[in-house]
């Protein structure tokens, strides 16, 4: 692979220095001889865009060498969430009935830290689809075995995967994901002169001719008035219409690897080719006119790139010949994109569970409201400590000091269930659960500046988790330290009679408490599990392991006596708390 980049860059030198000789020749052979040595210009222009051709072979060769070497490897790079996660907006305004991951639940959760991790794709397309997978969890059991088996399909078929990887690499990443706008929004572009841009594009090709004639003269009397003019009009017209000059040339490529990928024939990805196919055969017309000639390479052959296209107005000539055929087959080009982003994001999660040290495939049912997890480990911590819980129809009341393990917990339990709901895989040894609508008030926002109180953040996070509930799908209600933004009696018994009405209505509540009269008050209905520590001499130390039961350590004033408070405080506070549990 190394011998085979080694030529394409040799390859690349020598007809970079046949142009630039031939130019060096046109130029003194035209002036001293005769002007007809100028044309030797057309054979540099000529060279140079082989040269684009083979710098790109050149790169392809490379990735596909990276492909094989990063399989299985996080991919560290710059990532713009908020780009990424545009496509999820108008996928949620297009299905508002669907159940999705809200905000607050992301935040709590990690998951942009977590996407990171796992995002492997190799284009815009891919990345936003994945985003969109991880805030979409699955509830039928058609589409969890479906997706399922592409996954498995794909860790297992390295020839077919790395063919559709190339083909999603050339298509690559856009700078600021405008094509998303463009597909999902109504083109807002109206030009009455079109015409213009053709008349002024064959001036440039004229004043080119006229070498002949005027030899090099013709760079000042026509080639040079030509390009300022075209000069003044390509910048004026990108002011109006930004980055979509470059949109559309972005589209051509999804258009092409969607004609590419439909080609391939086999029965466990059929579903996405033959929509694909028919989607590319449908986009033909939108395709032709999308395409412009001088692609980009690296530095220097962008910058000639880009003086050739503003010379003879190529972007413009595309764009405005394309809008109205883009805006027909808007529709299309939708399902086009998002399934090129599905089988992008679908190799990304196969890559991500090929690198994990322990992963097991879930086992989910539609029946009833349960959840196992076995040795479940967080995703994001290296030497994670596992821990398993059994949870079926009771809720579950955890206790213990802060920094025991209560809030990891709470997360892992959350992750687990929305992996096994996106990813059809969970970092333990095993799994099964029910098909949850999966809701999380694990650190609500203190929004002050705004006007909103903590109290109130947190009231406001717990309402979206009740008006969840009591449907037909399960929910799974995860709660850290719940009303802990209001004063102790308020906050006891505001929580009992929400615990009470969650576990009544169709929900698994995992809730995480200092307040150990919370679990007198609501005996029955739930189990207890606690996560405990030991303060000596030595310091603070946690095993991070859940067990059954209530916490029964008072810690406080050991940890207040270890960090070197005054005696008299430690003497008066542990007076205080004598007399409070009397």
Known sequence: MFDEEKKYKGLLAVVIGAA?????????????????????????????????????????????????????VEKERKRDLIEIGELFKYIVKDNEDRFYIDDQTWDDLDMDKIYSIMDRTQSTPGEQVLYSILRTPLIDEVSFN?????????????????????????????????????????????????????????????????????????????????????????????????????????????????????????????????????????????????????????????????????????????????????????????EMYLILGELDALISIASYREGLKNYTIPKLNMEGAELKGTNMAHPLLKDSVKNSININKEGIIITGSNMSGKSTFLRTVGISALFAQTICTCTSDGYEGSYFKILTSISPGDNLIGGKSYYLAEAEALLRIINASGVNIPCLCIIDEIFRGTNPVERAGASVEILDYLVNNNAIVIVATH????????????????????????????????????????NAVKLMKYLGYPDEIIDRTTERVLELVK
């Not at 946690?542 to 008072?554: A, C, L, T, W």
């Open 146 to 334: 479906k997706r399922k088996a592409i996954i498995e399909f794909f860790q297992n078929n390295r020839e077919v995967r790395e063919k559709i990887q190339m083909e999603l690499l050339r298509v690559g990443r856009q700078r600021g994901s405008l094509i998303t706008a463009f597909l999902w929004e109504d083109i807002m572009v109206r030009f009455k002169y079109k015409f213009v841009f053709t008349i002024l594009s064959l001036l440039g090709l004229l004043s080119l001719f006229s070498i002949y004639p005027l030899g090099i003269k013709a760079l000042l009397y026509t080639i040079a008035p030509v390009f300022a003019i075209n000069s003044y009009i390509h910048y004026k017209v990108k002011k109006s219409i930004s980055g979509q000059l470059h949109t559309i040339q972005y589209l051509h490529d999804v258009i092409k690897a969607s004609g590419n990928l439909g080609k391939i024939k086999i029965q466990a990805i059929d579903e996405f080719t033959a929509v694909l196919s028919r989607a590319a055969r449908s986009c033909k017309q939108v395709f032709q006119k999308t395409s412009i000639s001088f692609e980009k390479a690296s530095s220097d052959l962008e910058t000639i790139s880009e003086y050739i296209n503003i010379f003879f107005l190529v972007e413009e000539k595309k764009f405005f010949g394309a809008i109205d055929d883009i805006r027909a087959h808007r529709k299309d080009l939708q």
């Open 20 to 72: 630039l000789m031939i130019a060096y020749a046109a130029i003194v052979m035209g002036a001293g001889i005769s002007n007809v040595y100028y044309f030797g210009f057309i054979v540099t222009i000529a060279l140079l865009i082989f040269a684009f051709k083979l710098y790109k072979r050149m790169k392809l060769i490379q990735a596909s060498r990276i492909l094989k070497e990063e399989w299985g």
């Open 515 to 554: 307040d150990l009269e919370i679990t007198e008050m609501v005996k029955g209905a739930y189990k207890y599990y606690y996560f405990s520590e030991d303060i000596s001499q030595e310091g603070l130390k946690f095993d991070f392991i859940i067990k059954e039961g209530v916490s029964k350590n008072r």
